[in-house]
């Protein structure tokens, strides 16, 4: 296997709870991202699922250097971002991009398609002031715009097409890492599957690679080579797509995967759903242990006090004290 181009060590990413207004204490920490080790290869697509709040989107942003690291490593082609100063993180931007989850406010509505796409290309010098509305063009028909619209403004465009505008941005560079934090959930069935089939085809063509972040298993499933399950802010288990959708080992994936509905109506009828009781623990206070113990139906008591490493199991990685026995 080459060396990978993303590597992840032991990320950690808190953020301190204070009370009062005037004299401010801290009363807590909230671990949103809590120790993730994660390596991407060069052209991979790697999906990380999870339900609300176990730390997704806060790990894409950590990975970004949008949000300060509180401890260990984001390691982009042997250079390690998070002992790197502004200016030389700036440089890396270039390498490394990201689509937000909402089209509708990640994009400037004071600013045309053009002055949006035009803009990192003369922020980081890709091409003389001359040459960028054609550069701005080519991004527009690489996602499927035509280019005849780049005067227009944000709010001319359906959801759809402001997800690819966000897409072409990030596309301006040519980077070699991609981050989607949920690029098609908050779009209608039918150009979700347009915005997949696209970012597929770029990801083909332009050697990408690829975090995909969602909640939608069958999504992921569709457009990943590997994926991550993420639970209060650690990963649960790690492998490829189609044998850790089509065979989880962990009980939370088993959870995950047997919510996802068929399109079967016999199938979904008699199938069984695992429902987890209670709700995610606090990630202010989790639990001791194994953090996924209070809703699991296979803990014991070892799992209450013995914390489980990500180790490798049947060819993928999995953080479960039974799952041998699972």
Known sequence: MSEPI???????????????????????????????NLKVQPGE??????????????LARTVMQLVPTTGGTVVLEGKNLTASSSSDVLEVRRDLQ???????????????????LAEPLLVHKVC???????????????????PRFMQKYPHEFSGGQRQRIAIARALALRPKVVLADEPVSALDVSIQAQILNLLA????????????????????KHISDRVAVMYLGKIVELGPANDVIDHPVHPYTRALVSAIPTPNPDEERSRKRIVLPGDPPSPINPPSGCTFHPRCPHAIDA????????????????SCLRKAEL
């Open 6 to 36: 993303l590597e992840l060590q032991d990320l950690q990413t808190h953020f301190p709870v204070q009370k009062g207004v005037l004299f401010k204490r801290t009363v807590g920490t909230v671990k949103a991202v809590d120790g993730v």
């Open 45 to 58: 697509v790697l999906g990380l699922v999870g339900e609300s709040g176990c730390g997704k989107s806060t």
């Open 98 to 116: 990201m689509v937000f989850q909402d089209p509708y406010a990640s994009l400037n509505p004071r600013m045309t398609v053009f002055a949006t």
């Open 128 to 146: 003389k002031p001359a040459e960028v509305a054609a550069h701005v063009g080519e991004l527009m028909e690489t996602v499927g715009l035509a």
């Open 201 to 220: 085809e770029l990801v083909r063509k332009m050697g990408l690679s690829l975090i995909f972040i969602a909640h939608d298993l069958s999504v992921v």
């Open 303 to 318: 799992c209450k006090v013995e914390r489980p490493a990500l180790e490798e199991f049947n060819g993928r990685e999995v």
